[in-house]
């Protein structure tokens, strides 16, 4: 909800808003992978935000290079690609109504949009078009660990 400048001391020139996280087990976020590497769902995150102002086609063009070893063309066609249809896991949690599933198909003008006009499903079909689907074995305990410092930098001094 949003919170007016009234109630800071001194008050800002903005408004504020307060937002609630809810986290999600490893299950459940594998899910919603749906066989995306969290390593590479970082590497897309990083390449599209670091200048936000570019369009997705533009801030991606070095990442899709590196993906296709080099070969200009490979990557030109991989960033003008058309969506992949959704995995059967996705679609199958539409069904039940989640919200991140829901919201999760890439647009056919994916490329043309700027980051901050994507959902974060958006961004696990995005990693998925670029890095290729991965098969996702759900009863497999040698699956990749999702690690613990995915998504923030690491301190000074720790590992």
């Known amino acids: ?3 007016p400048p009234t109630v800071f001391y001194p ?4 408004n504020s808003a307060l937002v609630g996280l809810r ?3 490893p299950a459940a976020l594998r899910q ?8 590479d769902l970082r590497r897309v995150l990083t390449s599209t935000f ?3 102002r570019k369009t997705v086609r533009n801030s991606l ?6 993906v296709c070893k080099g070969n200009k063309e490979a ?4 960033i003008g690609a058309e969506p992949l249809p959704l995995p059967k896991q996705v679609l199958d949690a539409r069904e039940l109504g989640d919200c991140f599933a829901l919201s999760q198909e890439l647009p056919m003008d994916w490329a043309s949009k700027r980051p901050e006009e994507l959902t974060p499903g958006q961004f696990v ?16 305990e040698n699956q990749e660990p999702l690690g613990k410092k995915v998504w923030r930098k690491l301190k000074h001094g720790s590992d």
């Open 1 to 3: 909800f949003k919170i």
């Open 11 to 14: 008050q800002p020139k903005v």
């Open 23 to 25: 986290f999600i087990g």
């Open 32 to 39: 919603r992978f749906a066989g995306v590497r969290p390593a």
């Open 50 to 52: 670091q200048q936000r």
């Open 61 to 66: 063009k070095k990442l899709a290079i590196e």
């Open 75 to 78: 990557a030109k066609d991989l």
């Open 125 to 140: 079909e995005l990693t998925r078009l670029i890095f290729g689907p991965k098969e996702l074995n759900s009863g497999d």
